[in-house]
């Protein structure tokens, strides 16, 4: 589980071809919210598209996670987020960051904070 950095992205994905590759919850949720505003999502709607993020990262399966995102895409487009929809599908659907929802590994922590908090503590000391 990382960051969804690049270097990190492509450095697994060379090493370790068929390893599961989790993208952290938190900074999935830091990404979009910074592009946010730079794909147009309006101030006044950005609670209620965190909100659908939130509800989407609770799919159970890979199979509910790309239709219910299916379905999202679908109407933020409806509803004019047309620049943010093919962000979010390209990037938080379809592309390498994908596995950041509950289902993508049951049981599993949703974020890497806790293990880079004691990095933190760690370089410290």
Not at 95 to 119: C, D, Q
């Amino acid at each position: 589980m990382s960051d969804g950095a690049s270097s990190i992205t492509g450095a697994v994905a060379q090493v370790f071809p068929d390893a599961l590759r989790l993208t952290c919850w938190f900074h999935m949720q830091k990404q979009v919210k910074v592009q946010m505003p730079k794909k147009g999502v309006p101030k006044d709607r950005r609670k209620k598209v965190h909100e659908d993020v939130s509800a989407l990262q609770l799919a159970p399966t890979l199979a509910v996670f790309h239709l219910a995102a299916k379905k999202l895409c679908k109407r933020w487009r409806n509803e004019g987020l047309r620049k943010f929809a093919k962000y979010f599908q390209l990037i938080w659907v379809d592309g390498p960051l994908h596995k950041w929802f509950e289902g993508a590994m049951p049981g599993s922590v949703s974020t890497n904070i806790g293990l880079e908090s004691l990095h933190v503590k760690m370089k410290m000391q």
